[in-house]
């Protein structure tokens, strides 16, 4: 991680242009399996297209003056789908169906043999990121807790075992990624507050074992739902399940503060995590002030010091459009300088 006094970062996405995406048919959805139609360009030309999109949002956050980037998950349909549906073990072709907390009834991978990992996913993206960017570069992969919720499981008939097995393809993958120069590995593991019961029994035995041997520093990611998807009445004001990540490995964990406004008093329960502070409200199209986010990063002053911080949107921005998402980063970024001012 960088050295300086609350250093900024992105969770994960950001904004895919329109040239390469319909973003009307990806408008309120999150696919869990692949949805190939979202894409504009033609397949012989689309890895090309992605590499150039991929460029757009690098140099759009470098511009924006953040420490930690991404490649803006700009190859991905959504943070899990690109991943497991590369996996041995899950019939692409023909999806299983879950009915979701809110009554939708969800097309999802369905698990039909052992979950083993082929190859690399994603290692020739951080290969591509790592050759565009000089600063400290995040990827980011699916937790094994949230894609075992995530399936139709027609073959484990035991969600620990599924999610065990996903870890450990989550695993080789992670390790393939800091051979390919990634200084930070970030698990999603946004489900764990859909089923805090089952989280309790496994979640965090899942995370380590997809940790395991890891030596850059690590993350995991617990959010309410994209803004676009999931609107403020409809978000908690605190966690189901959070102090418990305090017996992971992770040496991060980020949550989303600024949409939900939660009590911060739950920061004092992570202790001795570093935290990534969601700082930027993504339901609200009206871009921050500095002094916005210098608020609301002073307000975790009182639950933990500046040291164990790090200054984050609440999630990943690739619902927003890309002038909101830029100008967010933006504001972001002086926020945090203000506050670092005023600490030095």
């Known amino acids: 991680m960088p050295s300086q006094l609350l250093p900024t970062a992105v ?13 009307e048919k990806l408008s309120k959805v999150v696919p869990r399996v692949r949805m190939k139609e979202i894409w504009r ?9 992605q590499d150039d999109a991929t460029i757009v949002a690098i140099r759009d956050m470098e511009r924006a003056g953040l420490d930690i980037i991404t490649d803006g998950e700009i190859r991905r349909e959504s943070y899990s789908n690109r991943f497991v549906t590369a996996l041995e073990g899950v019939d692409v072709d023909n999806p299983g169906f879950i009915t ?11 698990v039909i043999g052992k979950v083993r990992r082929r190859g690399p996913v994603e290692v020739r993206d951080m290969r591509f990121l790592r050759q565009n960017t000089g600063l400290t570069a995040k990827m980011t992969l ?4 949230t894609l075992s919720l995530q399936a139709k499981d027609e073959f484990y008939k035991d969600p620990e075992a599924l999610a065990m097995d996903l870890a450990a393809a989550v695993n080789a993958e992670a ?9 930070v590995i970030q698990l999603d593991e946004p489900w764990v507050r859909n089923d805090p019961h089952a989280a309790r029994r496994y979640a965090v035995k899942a995370i380590n074992r997809a940790l395991d041997g890891i030596r850059v520093p690590t993350v995991v990611h617990l959010c309410f739902g994209y803004a676009a998807v999931v609107p403020s009445e409809a978000k908690p004001g605190r966690y189901s399940f ?10 991060t964990i980020s949550i989303e503060c600024a949409q939900p406004r939660i009590d911060l008093g739950v920061l004092a ?8 502070l969601g700082v930027l409200d ?15 990063i002073r307000r975790a002053f009182e639950y933990l010091p500046p040291e164990r911080l790090i200054v984050a949107p609440d999630c990943g921005m690739k619902y927003l459009p890309r002038e909101v998402a830029f100008g967010k980063l933006q504001a972001m970024v002086d926020g945090a300088a203000i506050v670092r001012r005023e600490l030095t």
């Open 41 to 49: 360009v033609p397949e012989p030309y689309l890895q090309q297209a």
């Open 142 to 145: 699916p937790g094994p807790f």
């Open 175 to 183: 390790h393939d990624l800091v051979a390919a120069g990634a200084d």
């Open 269 to 276: 329960e992570l202790a001795p995590k570093i935290v990534m």
């Open 11 to 23: 969770v994960g996405s950001y904004p895919q242009p329109d040239w390469l995406v319909d973003r």
């Open 282 to 296: 993504l339901s609200d199209p009206a871009v921050e002030t500095p002094e916005t986010v210098a608020m609301r």
């Open 100 to 110: 979701t907390q809110t009554g939708r009834v969800t097309p999802v991978p369905r």
């Open 242 to 251: 959070l102090p418990e990540l305090v017996d992971s490995t992770a040496t």
